[in-house]
């Protein structure tokens, strides 16, 4: 079976194999999808301002084809529990702490 993966995020993803080693790349989305904030003022605490925060469950994504995954961001993934969306994991870090690259993806069900 052929495989297709689509980015839905503003960067590329980098699959490592154990060595280290580069074995796919998947360029970055022009348009990265992105979750709607959603924003409710609590008040405040001792003048500093509170707000509840949830993201938008509703994803404007496109129907389940086979053979086709999308890389997604892990609060994509939970909004929509699909598993054709698959999440970069096993990430890999440069000295700094950069993310070069992960080893696996993940299914969030």
Same mark, same amino acid.
């Given at each position: 079976m052929q495989v297709t993966f689509i980015n839905t995020t503003p960067h590329p993803v980098h699959v490592l194999n154990r060595d280290g080693e580069l #074995?796919?790349?998947i360029p970055?989305?022009?348009q990265p999808l992105r979750l @709607? @904030?959603?924003l409710e003022s609590l008040g405040d605490l001792a003048g500093v301002p509170l707000v509840k925060k949830a993201l938008a469950a509703d994803i404007s994504l496109p129907e389940p084809q086979e053979g #086709? &995954? &999308?890389i997604v961001s892990l609060a994509v993934a939970q909004a929509a529990r699909r598993p054709d969306l698959l999440v970069p994991d096993?990430? #890999?870090r440069?000295?700094?702490g950069r993310i070069l690259g992960c080893r696996r993806f993940a #299914? $969030? $069900?």
């Open positions: #074995v796919l790349t970055a989305a022009s @709607e @904030e959603r #086709v &995954y &999308y096993d990430l #890999v440069d000295d700094q #299914v $969030v $069900v």
